[in-house]
């Protein structure tokens, strides 16, 4: 049984809120960006990276662009003490990049830390430790003096000890477990801390306000950022950082926020990944910015790529639905939907639009090196014959008249639903193919002969076989097509109007240029049967859609 009684609210809104942050509608710029996928993301794996995979991993994050880097907790393992000293030692730092180590505010931690990010180019010293009500009484059982005093001697050893060490470091003090401390408090451990350290402009440190868990919604998150921006000492010489978890869902939401209310830099991990339901995910931050039109200086072009290499590396699942980056987070399956992209597409390419305003899709699928055909417009039961013909006009130049559009997506609709399954690109235009296109059974025109006559009458002279027999069939028409058609009903006795005729060149599809001609055929009771025909010659191909639309014929027709 659920019970409800047993929870209540666990953070600490700030004493004052100002709101100003509210007023803002937008992020203006992109925020310093720290990837931590290599120590939160790594110490939430079931199996952390071994050295090869996290070398892979690291670079990876150096090609998405990143130029701050947690690179691991060296006192934790072999492996991350391991990483450190190749990636110093091999000389893999670019001259761009700052790498960062996290550690404890424990000596013997500290220590080893030193050791391994000895001799590094540059190198965040990352320190924590947990100010959180709820750690204070169970964890450490320590007062709030005692607490702070254990960040102000880490920072004291950290300090003493960078200068001990060869290296060019940078600090950083997180207040772990912040959004269950009171931020009053939580502000004078870090003014604490800054006094130790003693930030200048030129050498400034960062004070990281972690959502270690998330406790409360995005808007109160945003007003602690803003509570301690305001009261931090050395304001101009902190870079005031963020390092989002998503434990209800809204990682991403707080970090706007916090953002909007002052936060300079962002802890995260790609695909959100981390401790429990994750560390914020960078991707959808970046991406989220740059669809408002926010260079976010992260690049995410290869999407495919960096899901691959996540996905083995790491041996977690890039959801179907991780926004940006999934498998599905363009496709659309429904018909309405798809035929609103269809058009936006063709909007597009009319008005020589710049400017992504495609309706259902936030971004050019193609920005993130993911393609139209395969992506976006995927047919289901749902679909409907706006996106079923864009389809097929995408992948095989087929640019099907509207009733006949109609009639084909009915026609794929049923299959998909029939089989309960999606069908391809290729599956439709194989459906078009035997249904539709050149269908020469049961009836079929072998030869035609024409004679010109007065009055621009067309005569036709017809080989035609039906159901297996060649018969000869003569006729007049007011055009070739007429004619043959004409032939064709003496023959079988058929009784049909034709109601629609379309035609177009078919070029660039590998085929040299071909004419491609559709006919829609109205039967007794107004029933419409449809086919297209395909030829070198314009009238040829006129004839093989007719034959294509009588050999469709609806039942009971004859
Ligand atoms: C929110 C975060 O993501 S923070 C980062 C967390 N990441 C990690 O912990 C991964 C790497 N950690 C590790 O490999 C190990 O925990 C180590 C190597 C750091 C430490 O290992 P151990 O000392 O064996 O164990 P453990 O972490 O359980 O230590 C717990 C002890 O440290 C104490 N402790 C924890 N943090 C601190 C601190 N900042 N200052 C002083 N003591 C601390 C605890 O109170 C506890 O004390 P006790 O032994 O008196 O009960
Ligand atoms: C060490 C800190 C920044 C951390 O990982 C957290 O609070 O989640």
């Known amino acids: 049984m659920m019970d409800a009684t047993k929870y ?46 996290k070398l892979e991993f690291y670079q990876l994050l150096l090609k998405i662009g990143f130029k701050e880097i947690e690179v691991g907790f060296p006192a934790a393992s072999q492996t991350e003490y391991e990483f450190l000293r190749t990636i110093i030692e091999k000389d893999m730092i670019p001259e761009d990049v700052t790498v960062q180590v996290l550690t404890q505010c424990r000596d013997h931690i500290i220590r080893k830390t030193f050791e391994a990010v000895q001799g590094a180019p540059r190198a965040v010293i990352h320190f924590y430790n947990s100010t959180s009500v709820a750690q204070r009484e169970q964890v450490f059982k320590m007062s709030k003096e005692e607490i702070k005093e254990i960040a102000v001697s880490g920072a004291r050893l950290v300090k003493q000890l960078s200068q001990e060490y060869e290296g060019n470091f940078l600090f950083e003090y997180s207040p772990e477990s912040f959004t269950g401390t009171e931020p009053e408090y939580a502000v004078e451990v870090c003014n604490a801390v800054l006094d130790v350290m003693q930030p200048t402009p030129d050498r400034p440190m960062i004070i990281n306000l972690p959502v270690t868990v998330e406790m409360s919604m995005p808007h109160v998150y945003a007003n602690q950022i803003e509570y301690c921006s305001d009261r931090l000492k050395y304001r101009d ?28 830099r962002v802890e995260c991990c790609l695909f959100g990944n981390g401790e429990r339901t994750g560390n914020v995910d960078a991707i959808t931050l970046a991406m989220n910015m740059y669809s408002h039109g926010v260079d976010p200086k992260l690049d995410f072009s290869d999407m495919p790529h960096i899901c691959e290499v996540y996905e083995r590396v790491t041996r977690m699942k890039v959801n179907d639905r991780q926004p940006y980056a999934g498998s599905l987070v363009f496709a659309a399956f429904s018909g309405s939907h798809q035929d609103a992209i269809a058009k936006g597409m063709h909007y597009r390419e009319e008005h020589h639009e710049h400017r992504w305003t495609c309706p259902y899709l936030p971004i050019d699928p193609h920005d993130v090196g993911r393609t139209y055909d395969a992506d976006v417009i995927r047919v289901n039961s749902q679909s409907g014959k706006g996106g079923i013909g864009y389809i097929l006009e995408e992948s095989h130049g087929f640019q099907l008249p509207p009733k006949m559009r109609e009639h084909f997506g009915y026609r794929i609709k049923d299959i998909s639903d029939q089989h309960h399954k999606e069908l391809k690109p290729e599956e439709i235009f194989d459906v078009f193919n035997k ?39 003569t006729a007049k028409g007011n055009g070739r097509l007429d004619a043959v ?8 006795g058929y009784s049909y109007a034709l109601e629609t ?49 009588i050999n469709n014929k609806p039942e009971k027709e004859d």
């Open 501 to 549: 005729y379309t035609e177009h060149s078919l070029e660039d599809m590998g085929s040299g240029s071909q004419a491609v001609s559709y006919i829609g055929l109205k039967w007794k009771n107004d029933q419409m049967s449809w086919g297209a025909g395909q030829d070198t010659d314009i009238i040829r191909s006129g004839i093989k859609a007719l034959v294509s639309a």
């Open 435 to 473: 249904e539709y296109r050149n269908k020469i059974s049961p009836i079929n025109v072998i030869e035609a002969h024409y004679v010109q006559q007065k009055g621009n009458n067309i005569t036709a002279m017809v080989t035609i076989e039906k159901d297996g027999e060649v018969y000869d069939s």
């Open 485 to 492: 058609s004409n032939a064709i009903k003496l023959l079988t």
């Open 8 to 53: 209540a609210p666990g953070y600490y809104p700030p004493k004052e809120n100002e709101y100003r942050w509210v007023k803002k509608d937008h992020i203006e710029k992109a925020p310093a960006w720290c990837s931590v996928d290599l120590r939160d993301g790594n110490q939430a794996l079931i199996v952390p990276m071994s050295l090869d995979e």
């Open 237 to 264: 010489s902190v870079i005031l950082s963020t390092h989002p978890h998503n434990d209800r869902g809204t990682g991403v939401a707080c970090t706007e926020l916090a953002l909007l209310a002052g936060a300079q």
